[in-house]
């Protein structure tokens, strides 16, 4: 089993500020890495795959890099719409797992 | 509109079984895997089950493995979940989720429905 170390658990920010989340991976896992934004009381859904594939309909502010072990999301110029909790997922070995959530709060 | 939507859960005794159905519409349901991921009250995600497009590839979390059943049916456009021997632990909101990709199974989610709750209680 790949276990993925996401941080922060919980970020606190502004609009307009630039946030980076990090996901650590426990082996290499290529570029196979999912983002996902979850609001309360929704499902979660794709932002970003193959690590830096923008899904389709998700604005140009959110940005995923990296590959190997160490991956990044970065929301450009945080949104009042982009306070959500955000989890890192790997499909690069079977189990699919994902990271712990980062909470992304208003400061 | 590309659209899946959970039923069938509820409260249940431990040891108790409990069928879930997700029904699929707005894409070719048979051209993609789906899965089961769930999410417990306050915590984060955990991938359940998930079934390639003709069936024929099936797999489990080992934390359900052996007591739950995933099925699929193709000409309802649905899929199902089997959930035998529920534990308390089992207690979660149930996700259905498209597979990424055609023809294959990735294990990306890109079309999540709204979950249906399942709690494991006497």
């Known amino acids: 089993v790949i276990w993925m170390t996401q941080s922060p658990s919980l970020l606190s920010a502004s609009t307009g500020d630039r946030v980076i989340i990090s996901c650590r991976m426990s082996q290499g896992i290529s570029s196979y890495l999912a983002w996902y934004q979850q609001k309360p009381g929704k499902a979660p859904e794709l932002l970003i795959y193959?690590?830096?594939t923008l899904q389709s309909g998700v604005p140009s502010r959110f940005s995923g890099s990296g590959s190997g072990t160490d991956f990044t999301l970065t929301i450009s110029c945080l949104q009042s719409e982009d306070f959500a909790t955000y989890y890192c997922?790997?499909?690069?070995?079977?189990?699919?797992?994902f990271g712990q959530g980062t909470k992304v709060e208003i400061k | 509109e590309v659209q899946l939507v959970e039923s069938g859960g509820g409260l249940v005794q431990p040891g108790r079984s409990l069928r879930l159905s997700c029904a699929a519409s707005?894409?070719?349901?048979?051209?993609?895997?789906m899965h089961w991921v769930r999410q417990a009250p306050g915590k984060g995600l955990e991938w359940v089950s998930g079934i390639s497009w003709n069936s024929g590839s099936i797999g489990y979390a080992d934390s359900v493995k052996g007591r739950f059943t995933i099925s699929r049916d193709n000409a309802k456009n649905s899929l199902y979940l089997q959930m035998n021997s529920l534990r308390a632990e089992d207690t979660a909101l149930y996700y259905c989720a498209k597979d990424l990709e055609m023809a294959t199974m990735v294990y990306a989610f890109d079309i999540w429905g709204q979950g249906t709750m399942v709690t494991v209680s006497s």
């Open positions: 997922q790997q499909y690069y070995s079977f189990p699919p797992t």
């Open positions: 193959a690590a830096s």
């Open positions: 707005g894409f070719t349901f048979d051209d993609y895997a």
